[in-house]
């Protein structure tokens, strides 16, 4: 007599059901993990970056909505408005933030940034790099887990 070993399956319809939850899940979960993460940068940045003078520019920093498109999803953040046109001058400016209220030249400055730096978007982002995946990971297995939970394990 041979060995034998029988397996069924049933219940395939509470499966695909189970699956198509856990995409809506996903599909709310990783907008909202992708804009925490940029808020994450954004308040790393105006805390410890961006350069104040008169406040108007830190004021500018801003995460915009999660934008879906099919299966893309893009976040934006960033500073300046029509207020603040020079956003990109300062970010540039090596010496954001260092000027001590002179020009190389020696003139004196009006108005100078006396903390901050340049490049007070990208270093924040450049910092927020390592562990990114692992963070939005944990965003999102923590958006869906209940629902996972409770659905696949039998909690609900």
């Not at 198509?20 to 940045?45: C, F, N, Q, W």
């Not at 406040?55 to 953040?77: H, I």
């Not at 450049?126 to 562990?131: F, I, N, T």
């Amino acid at each position: 007599m041979a060995l034998e070993f029988k397996l069924e399956v049933s219940g395939l319809d509470q499966v695909i059901r189970n699956l198509e939850a856990y995409r809506d899940k996903l599909v709310t979960g990783v907008p909202a993990a992708l804009y925490e993460e940029a808020s994450a940068i954004m308040r790393d940045s105006r805390e410890h970056y961006v350069p104040v003078d008169t406040g108007r520019l830190k004021a500018t920093g801003k995460v915009l909505p999660p934008e879906v498109s099919g299966t893309k999803v893009t976040v934006a953040m960033g500073y300046g408005d029509a207020a603040v046109a020079y956003a990109a001058a300062v970010h540039e400016n090596a010496r954001a933030g260092k000027t001590g209220g002179a020009s190389p030249s020696g003139r004196r400055y009006k108005h100078w940034a006396s903390v901050g730096s340049w490049k007070y978007l990208e270093l924040p982002f450049l910092a927020a790099e390592r562990g990114m995946l692992g963070r939005l990971a944990d965003r999102i297995r923590n958006a869906v887990a209940g629902r996972i939970s409770s659905e696949f394990y039998g909690g609900g």
